[in-house]
């Protein structure tokens, strides 16, 4: 049921910001977590940032000090902060809903850091 559209991507300088959203349909309820996941250009796709229903956070070492996320519950939406933002950190980014076992993911935004 729960249907996620992430959006916010863009073409971005290095040392530039962006502000990636994720709203949901549906309700997301008891123990769960929001996150971005992103998948560069012949790699995998690895965990960015995850939240928690609670608030906790969870950072890739490789964005700790630069992203933050945070959700607003009340909207169901989660956000992704990205600051001093690098070259390495182009990648189509995905919002990720996990209820328990189950996870839902976004369509992915697009985020291109060049000089």
């Known amino acids: 049921q729960v249907q996620l559209v992430d959006s916010g991507g863009g073409l971005v300088q290095p040392g530039g910001s962006l502000r990636l959203s994720c709203v949901a349909s549906?309700?997301?309820?008891?123990?769960?977590?929001m996150g971005w996941y992103r998948q560069a250009p012949g790699k995998e796709r690895e965990l960015v940032a995850v939240i928690t229903n609670g608030g906790g956070t969870n950072y890739a070492d490789s964005v700790k000090g630069r992203f933050t996320i945070s959700r607003v519950n009340a909207k169901n939406m989660v956000y992704l902060q990205m600051n001093s933002l690098k070259l390495e950190d182009t990648a189509v980014y995905y919002c990720?809903?996990?209820?328990?076992?189950?996870?839902?993911w976004g369509q992915g935004t697009q985020v291109t850091v060049s000089s």
């Open positions: 549906g309700i997301i309820f008891g123990f769960n977590t």
């Open positions: 990720n809903v996990r209820i328990r076992t189950t996870i839902y």
